[in-house]
């Protein structure tokens, strides 16, 4: 069974320019969560789906993060425009559902932005 | 609301010794606690998890930890440090009900470095 892939592994873009990362859970796992790891912090939790639902996006940094989960499957990030305060690691995990099942993540995007 | 406190951001041990990560948690509710470990250039692996049965956890390569809950406090232990167990490791806590449900609160990481 494929585990959770993130696209693109590496991403270096100048500020103010846009870019979108993707996230494919594991087959059959409804939630899907994003977070993002910023140089010298912690990780921390950006949103949560539930199939195409946004069930918790208190994490969102601001208004130029944007994600989707169309059809429920794979899911994408945009940051637009991007700011060197984005840069990090942003990591996607998924679950089978969000009782007590394990989130398992995939390997993340580390975006640079210059 | 809910934290996580990792005591040491740096733990240094020799090979074949013991390890002690140490964590603390604060949480309103019934908390389930994570150990997850990351590699590098590697993703998050799942080394071990509490959620409300037995106090002392068993995980993968050998780790385990023990829920403490007079103490709020979840210390990732192994009795001989193997050079691969080199990696930062994070203690993590979600809610068990409530509208944080599901979302994971981490750790600042501890880095484990294992001499030869």
């Known amino acids: 069974e494929a585990g959770v892939t993130q696209f693109p592994s590496h991403s270096v873009i100048e500020k103010g320019q846009t870019v979108t990362l993707r996230c494919d859970p594991i087959s059959g796992h409804d939630n899907l969560y994003w977070y993002r790891r910023v140089m010298g912090k912690e990780i921390k939790f950006l949103l949560h789906f539930v199939k195409e639902s946004k069930q918790d996006e208190s994490g969102m940094p601001n208004n130029r993060f944007l994600a989707e989960r169309t059809g429920g499957t794979y899911s994408t990030l945009k940051v637009q425009p991007a700011e060197l305060e984005d840069s990090g690691v942003y990591f996607c995990?998924?679950?089978?559902?969000?009782?007590?099942?394990?989130?398992?993540f995939g390997p993340g995007t580390r975006l640079t932005v210059l | 609301a809910q934290s996580v406190t990792q005591l040491d951001s740096h733990v240094s041990v020799s090979e074949g010794t013991p390890v002690l990560l140490r964590c603390n948690y604060s949480s309103s509710y019934s908390p389930s606690l994570f150990w997850y470990v990351q590699h590098p250039n590697k993703g998050l692996q799942l080394l071990l998890k509490y959620t409300s049965a037995a106090t002392l956890v068993k995980g993968i390569n050998g780790f385990e930890a023990e829920f403490k809950k007079s103490e709020t406090s979840f210390h990732l232990t192994k009795p001989s440090a193997h050079m691969s167990d080199a990696a930062e490791y994070f203690c993590?806590?979600?809610?068990?009900?409530?509208?944080?449900?599901?979302?994971?609160?981490f750790g600042q990481g501890t880095i484990l470095t294992v001499h030869p």
């Open positions: 993590v806590v979600t809610l068990s009900g409530g509208t944080s449900y599901g979302k994971l609160t």
């Open positions: 995990a998924s679950s089978q559902d969000n009782s007590r099942n394990t989130q398992y």
